[in-house]
């Protein structure tokens, strides 16, 4: 197995791990919530009072973070080489998985494996297994 050297962005992935793990313990050390994007989202229909601004607030800065990472990082601009059909697939999947994991990858991989959940670390292996095996069968059988 080679790098990609020209693709290969440390520093770049530094900073965004490193303010991944700031919000997370940020929210549950100001808010006693759990920062997963699934729960964000999920949190906001139906809306419940007080609950709102926060997690619009973070669901704002998931969406605006790519740009500013473009604009401090020169990161490229993503290329999508799926069909509509298949990302639209793939989105209703991963949706799916989550209601049955009660979690997503952030809420369980970065803030459920950082408080040793067993439940966390069983869905994130999970995640990973499901990952290697669908990059696998996409790439190298299919």
Known sequence: MTIDWIH???VSALAGGAL???AAA???LANGRILGASGLLG?????RPGDWPWRAEALLGLILAPVVARLLFGTASPTLVAAP???IAGGLLVGVGTRLANGCTSGHGV????????????ATVS???AAFATVFLARHVL
């Open 43 to 47: 949190g906001l229909i139906p809306p």
């Open 127 to 129: 995640f990973m297994a």
């Open 111 to 122: 803030c459920g494996l950082a408080r040793l959940s067993p439940r966390s670390l069983a």
């Open 85 to 87: 059909a298949t990302l």
């Open 8 to 10: 290969f962005t440390p």
């Open 26 to 28: 940020w929210l549950i």
């Open 20 to 22: 991944i793990g700031l």
